[in-house]
């Protein structure tokens, strides 16, 4: 049994360790705003935090979680920074299809939460791991640089 620490509750699994997060969190938990995209870790539809980090559960084993606080679209609103980006992302109405837009939204968070005003360069890089099929990609600059620019207001 492998006890893991998911949107700040602990959940217990009987799952094979090395089984993929996502199949957890999806399968086993029915946290389905985190979605299947390639299964590779390409296109970053599964993106998830892992102790505040962007990862890929598609390809990050259960083993691998053990010990670390996950958090998925579900909790990101609890996070001050995850609830302006998701604020920003419906204020510019972000979202074609919406497919990719919870990863992009945990991508986002995890890019202004370690740089609060990040440049063009520094969105380019947090970002390119996420793909958009929609091709969204100016709404979800707008909506980072959005965010970014409240904090600038903030004390």
Known sequence: MTILNINGKSR????????????????E??????????GIAMCGACTVHMDGQPIRACV????????????????I??????KKVQDAWLDLCV?????CQSGQIMAATALL?????????????AMSG???????YPRIRAAIKQVAAKAEVQP
């Open 29 to 38: 938990l029915g946290l389905t705003g985190t979605k299947f995209g390639c």
């Open 95 to 99: 979202p074609q299809c919406g497919y």
């Open 12 to 27: 217990k699994t009987h799952l094979p360790p090395d089984t993929p997060l996502l199949w957890l969190l999806r399968d």
């Open 130 to 136: 996420n793909i958009c099929r929609c091709g969204t």
């Open 60 to 75: 990050t084993p259960i083993s691998a979680a053990e010990g670390k606080a996950i958090v998925t679209i579900e909790a």
């Open 113 to 125: 939460k370690q740089k609060p005003q990040p440049d063009d360069a520094d969105i380019d890089k």
């Open 77 to 82: 609103a609890q996070d001050a920074v995850g």
